[in-house]
Each structure stands twice: as structure tokens, then as C-alpha cells.
């Protein structure tokens, strides 16, 4: 379904599945899937938690293939958070904060990319957001900052995201020193991961704060060789508190990470936010900034750059039946 807006449109191409969970007490659990799931692995995995009682699995882990389970863990939860009439962050551990700091978002747009970019950061600054994460490319990024903040003002902090084509550390720390003067939140992968030597060496170098987007094992060695300042993390809802729960005990502050999700996932990252102490980084959550429509009945209320965490019962939030309808390519198909 195609429902980005100012998203790469890429990312529309690849296709996501709604899951709507039926209970024989009329209760329903939605879900959203990754981007890019085989159509036959859900329907492979579906049948593996029919008949069983929601309240009784083990929330932390569906026993289900890695990347169904993160639908089906929206499902279980929505169902469990209805059925006991509290919202998801409570089954999470309880809340931190109610209300989630979070970014704009935009991609590189190739040709006129500072102009392009600084007009997507006005519109956020209009709408509350004070910080903007971007797609970087090394040849264009200082002068799309400083196209940002004559745009949106000097406020509008920038997470600059290369996704490792600075390359070097000697790049990096070049474009960091020509940066220093804008509002710069961090350098989110700025050289290849792998190395981990090379984060070190640049935060000995440059004033900028260091992020790596990782997940698992890849956090404890970051830890480990102290490469990183902040980490964008993510997973399942558990998944994301455990990771997060290893940087806490590093004193790292995290942020969750997105595949510019749509609004059921998004409000799984709301809550899990919500429930994970050091989530104090702006989450890569934007409601329906980026995307024409994301299958809400009501988007995820974000208001000067936080988003609010639902307090009814389950997600806290409905499908939009009408829209997905409307966005939905070929046929629904259901698991008896």
C-alpha cells in the first residue's frame, strides 16, 4: 500500500500487512508487520497462536519466526491490554513520561536537496517539531544546515544521518568541524559500523556527538570499546527495552528507530518509549508528517515535538477501516 507522502518513494513499493486479531470474547488485536514481509511467512505464522489464550503466553516472547513477531506481539498486547482495560505501556512495566520527544524526518532528494530539505524542515517547524532527522550525503550537507536554519531557524536541532557514505573518519571529521556551528544533535552512522576503532578515533576528534543504529550484541561492543554517545535502537516492544536496558547500564541515552512505519507500529514505539527509562533522545516516530495517510482513525496527537502517549485500553489506537480499504493492493486474505 502506498500511503507515503514526502517519504522516500521507495519505501512505498515495499510492502507492509494489517493484522486483525479476533478473540471469541469479541475482543480485536491489530498489528502492523515490517517492511517486506513474505506474505507466506504471516500466513505460516498465524496458525501458530490460534487457540491459545492471550493471557496466558509469555508476553516477552510469542515463541513466533523473528519478524512475525513483531505484528503478532502488537496483537497479543492490544488484546491483553483490553481484555485487562489498561493501556500497552503498562504491560511494558509502567510508564517513564507521558509524552514521547520525537523528530521530523526527511530523505535526500537528489538535485536541489538544501532547498528541497529546508522547506520539508520549515513545514516540522510549523507543525512543533524542533528537531529534523536527514538523509546526509557528504557533498551537499553543510549547505543543506545552513539552508535548514535560515529556513526553520537556528531552534531546529538536526540529527544528521549519512548511513555510512562519509565513509572515513578523516571525512567525517572534516564536515563536523564545518558543521559545528549549526545546531548538530548528533552523527548518526557516519562510517561503516564494523569498525568500531574509527567511532572512537572521531570522538576524540570532533565536538559532535557520536550515534550507531544497532541492535543486540552490536550494542554490547559499542560498550565495550566506548564508540558511541547516543544509540538508535529498536525490535519488538521487549526487544527494544532489553537493548535499551544495556546502554541504560553504560549511561547511554537511546531513541527509537523507524523504517518510516505506519501508525500501529508507530504506536507500539509510543509506548515502548513510554516505558524504557533512558528513551530521553527524540524517536524517530512522526505521525502523519510523512505519509498522506498511516490507517489511524485518529494519528498519534504530536504537539511541540512530543508525541503523546495513549491511555486507552490495549495500543490506544483504532484502525482506520476506510483507509485501508483505500490503500490496500489486492485482496484480503484470511487464515482459517
Not at 196 to 210: A, F
Request: with cysteine.
Amino acid at each position: 500500500m502506498d500511503v507515503l507522502n514526502r517519504g522516500e518513494n521507495a519505501l512505498a513499493s515495499i510492502p507492509k500487512f494489517i493484522v486483525q486479531v479476533y478473540t471469541d470474547e469479541g475482543i480485536v488485536g491489530i498489528g502492523e508487520t515490517p517492511r517486506g514481509i513474505p506474505e507466506e511467512h504471516m500466513q505460516n505464522a498465524a496458525p501458530l497462536l490460534l487457540g491459545k489464550n492471550p493471557l496466558e503466553v509469555n508476553l516477552q516472547n510469542l515463541g513466533l519466526p523473528h519478524g512475525m513477531d513483531t505484528a503478532f506481539e502488537h496483537v497479543v498486547h492490544d488484546i491483553v491490554g483490553k481484555a485487562l482495560k489498561i493501556p500497552v505501556y503498562k504491560l511494558l512495566g509502567g510508564a517513564y513520561r507521558s509524552d514521547i520527544p520525537v523528530s521530523a524526518w526527511s530523505p535526500h532528494h537528489g538535485e536541489g536537496n538544501p532547498e528541497k530539505t529546508a522547506a520539508i524542515a520549515k513545514l516540522a517547524a510549523e507543525r512543533g517539531f524542533n528537531v529534523i532527522k536527514l538523509k546526509a550525503r557528504p557533498w551537499d550537507i553543510v549547505e543543506t544546515a545552513q539552508a535548514i536554519e535560515e529556513a526553520a531557524g537556528s531552534d531546529m536541532g538536526i540529527v544528521v544521518d549519512p548511513n555510512t557514505v562519509f565513509g572515513l573518519p578523516s571525512v567525517a571529521v572534516k564536515l563536523a568541524r564545518k558543521l559545528e556551528k549549526h545546531n548538530i544533535v548528533c552523527f548518526e552512522d557516519p562510517v561503516p559500523k564494523e569498525n568500531l576503532k574509527w567511532y572512537v578515533l572521531m570522538r576524540r576528534k570532533i565536538d559532535i556527538p557520536l550515534a550507531l543504529h544497532i541492535f543486540g550484541a552490536d550494542i554490547i561492543n559499542a560498550v565495550k570499546e566506548e564508540a558511541c554517545d547516543y544509540i538508535n535502537t529498536g525490535g519488538t516492544m521487549h526487544e527494544f527495552k532489553k537493548y535499551a536496558g544495556i546502554s541504560e547500564v553504560a549511561g547511554i541515552p537511546v531513541w527509537h528507530g523507524s523504517g518510516v512505519d505506519l501508525g500501529i507500529m508507530e504506536a507500539s514505539y509510543v509506548h515502548a518509549c513510554a516505558a524504557t527509562r533512558n528513551a530521553t533522545l527524540t524517536s524517530d516516530i512522526f505521525s502523519e508528517f510523512c505519509r498522506v495517510d498511516d490507517l489511524l482513525a485518529e494519528p498519534i496527537k504530536i504537539k511541540n515535538g512530543f508525541a503523546k502517549v495513549p491511555q486507552k485500553p490495549g495500543l490506544g489506537v483504532e484502525l482506520d477501516e476506510k483507509a485501508l480499504r483505500r490503500y490496500q493492493a489486492g485482496k484480503t486474505r484470511v487464515v482459517a
